[in-house]
């Protein structure tokens, strides 16, 4: 079996799947609670990646000018 991983763009990618399989009333009811729990979790996590790669593209530009002045 190869390496199979997963990136932020596959989950971002579930992350709508599940979005647009819920507006479309995929989910029978008693599933409703685990769905929403596991696409809360997805959209923090998510979130979270977005806030660190904006930390890391802010910080970028710094160490720049930083390496520049030295």
């Given at each position: ?38 696409y ?31």
């Amino acid at each position: 079996m190869e390496n199979t991983q997963l990136t932020i763009a596959d989950l971002a990618s579930l992350h709508s799947m599940v979005e647009a399989a819920s507006q479309r009333g995929a989910f029978r009811a008693n599933e409703l609670s685990q769905v929403g729990a596991v696409y809360d979790k997805l959209s923090a996590f998510l979130a979270h990646s977005r806030n660190q790669s904006d930390d890391a593209a802010e910080q970028t530009p710094a160490q720049t000018q930083g390496q520049a002045n030295a």
